[in-house]
């Protein structure tokens, strides 16, 4: 059974860090791309950043441009986002997503097949 699991959400004030964590189990990671994406209340669900099979090529979301890192280690099936200078709009429930069709695109989720449930992040003071 192909399954994703986020962690690493949590509180954080405004200008913290957060890391979090996506753990992938039933398929082989490096066959897959993986998009981030988050939804806050009342708002449609936003691409964040993905990443390549193998980790050589990122997109980025103009919002989380310079203060996002994501990251994979397939070894470990495990995929990363680093977020650094938070900021409350950022606040939402992040999910991770995983692409079999090989585009790495945060415009849409229409290109991800699988899903995991979320966690949720709140940046506030």
């Known amino acids: 059974q192909l399954q994703l699991v986020e962690s690493g959400g949590g509180l954080v004030q405004p200008g913290g860090s957060l890391r979090l964590s996506c753990a992938a189990s039933g398929f082989t990671l490096d066959t897959y791309v993986i998009g981030w994406f988050r939804q806050a209340p009342g708002k449609e669900r936003e691409g964040v950043s993905c990443?390549?099979?193998?980790?050589?090529?990122?997109n980025y979301a103009d919002s989380v441009k310079g203060r996002f890192t994501i990251s994979r280690d397939n070894a470990k099936g495990m995929v990363y986002l680093q977020m650094n200078s938070l900021k409350p709009e950022d606040t939402a429930v992040y999910y991770c997503?995983?692409?079999?069709?090989?585009?790495?695109?945060?415009?849409?989720?229409?290109?991800?097949?699988?899903w995991g449930q979320g966690t949720q992040v709140t940046v506030s003071s």
């Open positions: 990443i390549s099979r193998r980790g050589s090529s990122t």
């Open positions: 997503a995983a692409g079999s069709r090989g585009l790495c695109t945060v415009r849409t989720g229409s290109w991800y097949d699988v």
